[in-house]
């Protein structure tokens, strides 16, 4: 499984896969860091992050954005996920993660998302593929 940058005529797109729902999050995470020029590998420190969301769709969007508030005002950007974590307790969709991010340094380069968008934003599990995961982030 993994991910793929996707093109898009405005904002950034991308597809990420998966065999479990989890490895589908963690593998956006790293289309994330490679959109805004992070080095998907890396990571010195780490933020736990906790969701609570009412769907996977709404959970999706609230990770990403979760992402974006990192960047915008701890000035870290995230490389990746480890200990991912997401599971549904009734009609409540729950993730847990442990982010890894590397500080942002003045003239470091780092693309600024804004916000990500429900726009084309895809959550389905297909057989004999697994979890995809789409979306569009606007810059």
Do not use: C, R
């Not at 479990?20 to 590998?41: H, L, N, Q």
């Not at 380069?109 to 429900?118: R, S």
């Amino acid at each position: 499984m993994g991910y793929k940058i996707l093109g898009h005529t405005a904002d950034e797109k991308f597809h990420a896969e998966g065999e479990t729902v989890e490895e589908a999050f963690s593998e956006s995470v790293k289309a994330v860091a490679e959109i805004v020029g992070a080095d998907p590998g890396a990571g010195e420190n780490h933020h736990n992050v906790e969701i609570e969301s009412e769907s996977y769709e709404a959970l999706f969007f609230d990770f990403l954005d979760k992402i974006i508030f990192l960047q915008d005002t701890e000035n870290q950007v995230v490389t990746h996920a480890e200990n991912l974590k997401v599971e549904k307790i009734g009609n409540i969709y729950l993730l847990e993660a442990k982010l890894n991010t590397d500080p942002i340094v003045e003239g470091s380069g780092f693309l600024d998302l804004k916000a990500p968008t429900y726009n084309e934003m895809k959550v389905d599990y297909e057989d004999g593929t697994g979890w995809i995961l789409e979306a569009v982030l606007d810059i």
